[in-house]
């Protein structure tokens, strides 16, 4: 029994260490490139690299710190309901911003793409990337894409947005706490919302339900956007060149 439980026991401890070494470093440069989540992921392959451990055998043994991490998006809703009265009474406002936010997702994802002479497989891949790990890896697999390489866009889009965001939300002038919240939630899903929490409640009951809601509208998007692009593979238009 106890040689079962012993890798995830390591494995535990050893992501939290790398974390929290992360996040003490960010802290004390607060240089883009050294974010805590890319400093975590760092410190955990060259551990396993040093130890000589395989990487499907880590993710393997990690299984419970994915449930726990969907456990993480679903402890917002109590933001939800703390500040639930402001939030329904701009309901209206909620759901279009965020459908905006799904669909320029999708649109700057799967335009440039096109053009570049990226294949179905690709595109699809990388059409979720602003939404939640959990979800964009079902929409991925659904439509035939690469669920490692989406999991890793999704990781690098949130990156992006946590660290630009603040600087592009400062730059125009955005003062609304429901519009900074909204919009780092949007654009880079749990990391955003962590950085929108570090401004305020408010800000981090919106990133929370801009996750939830850009997973539905994804998730209702996407299949559209692969139903085109399967059009354009069979008329030979895809990939373009």
């Known amino acids: 029994m106890r040689e079962i439980f012993l890798p995830e ?23 883009v490139f050294l974010h805590s989540v890319i400093t975590a992921t760092v410190l955990v392959i060259l551990f396993c690299y040093v130890a000589d451990i395989d990487m499907k055998y880590y993710e393997e043994h990690t299984k ?28 209206v406002a909620i759901f279009a911003a965020t459908f905006a936010g799904s669909l320029a997702a999708i649109v700057t994802t799967v335009v440039p ?29 659904q439509h035939g894409g690469l669920v490692y390489l989406t999991a890793v866009m999704v990781i690098i889009a949130g990156i992006f947005g946590a660290v630009t965001g603040p600087w592009f939300l400062k730059i125009t002038g955005i003062k609304s706490p429901l519009a900074k919240g909204l919009s780092l939630g949007s654009a880079s899903h749990g990391i955003g919302t962590a950085k929108a929490l570090e401004m305020g409640a408010l800000e981090g009951a919106a990133g929370g339900l801009a996750i939830a809601l850009m997973g539905l509208f994804t998730s209702l998007l996407v299949p559209v956007f692969a139903k085109l692009l399967k059009l354009l593979e069979d008329a030979s238009l895809l990939p373009l060149w």
Request: cysteine-free.
């Open 9 to 31: 026991v390591l494995f535990a401890v050893l992501t939290g260490l790398a974390y929290f070494a992360g996040r003490f470093i960010y802290k004390k440069v607060n240089l």
């Open 113 to 141: 793409a096109f053009f570049l002479g990226a294949n179905y497989q690709t595109i699809v891949t990388l059409m979720p990337k602003s939404v939640t790990n959990p979800i964009a890896i079902v929409i991925s697999e």
């Open 64 to 91: 419970g710190l994915r449930y726990l991490l969907n456990l993480s998006v679903v402890a917002f809703g109590y933001l939800l309901f703390k500040h639930y009265e402001y939030i329904r009474q701009k309901g």
